[in-house]
């Protein structure tokens, strides 16, 4: 049951070529730091990335994007990163965007082994393009499959050596459904504790989806955009 990895590039060591990955956090808040620089130090590419935005340049996801590692994106959220809007233009990069229920809903499910489900999202426009269409109790509804991936690369505020986990505040955004979403979840986190010390109440994600945990090394804890108060 114990599942603690020694570092990052270990937890990283089978992430192949061509991996689909799932990546946690919200904007800057919650990205597994680390993981992601393993990954770079590992140099795989031809990458499909699930996550709510890229980053920023630079930092976080931006790493794998400058590093040339990722081949297409899915997500909600691109707008902060001017080089995969270069990217996308020049068609360097594949790139979906889902609205973000619709997102967070298919990684759901996809944790949850629901294959498809209904949404009104989207109807009448070019999201819905390609998709079942059906109307319930008078109103259209297009049909959305699950997302799943081959890794989940989540970040946790604190968690056991069994895997058991808990995110705090904003970082709790993503992290616990792809964790659930995944072939093989690997956690890094800020608080590394023995079992029995995380109360069964706060557990958000039990250890069952946790294959692999490691004590995060270093966090740089950037703010994506700093808003200060006009002086009086």
Known sequence: ?????????????????????MVGGFGLCGVPENLLRALVRKGVKNLTTISNNVGID??????????????SHIGSYVGENKLLEQMVLEK????????????????RAGGAGIPAFFTPAGVGTVIAEGKEVREFDGRPYIMERWLKADFALVRAWKGDKWGNLVYRKTAR???????????????????LVEVGKVAPDAIHTPSIYVKRILQGESYERRIERRTLRKAS
């Open 1 to 21: 049951m114990n599942k603690l990895i020694a570092n990052a590039d270990e937890a990283v060591r089978d992430i192949p070529d061509g991996a689909t990955i």
């Open 92 to 107: 360097k990069l594949d790139l979906q965007l889902i609205p973000q229920g619709t997102f967070s809903e298919r990684i």
């Open 173 to 191: 955004n993503f992290n616990p459904m792809m964790a659930t979403a995944a072939r093989i979840t690997i956690v890094e986190v800020e608080n």
């Open 58 to 71: 630079g930092f976080a996801m931006g790493w794998l994007l400058q590093n040339g590692q990722i081949q």
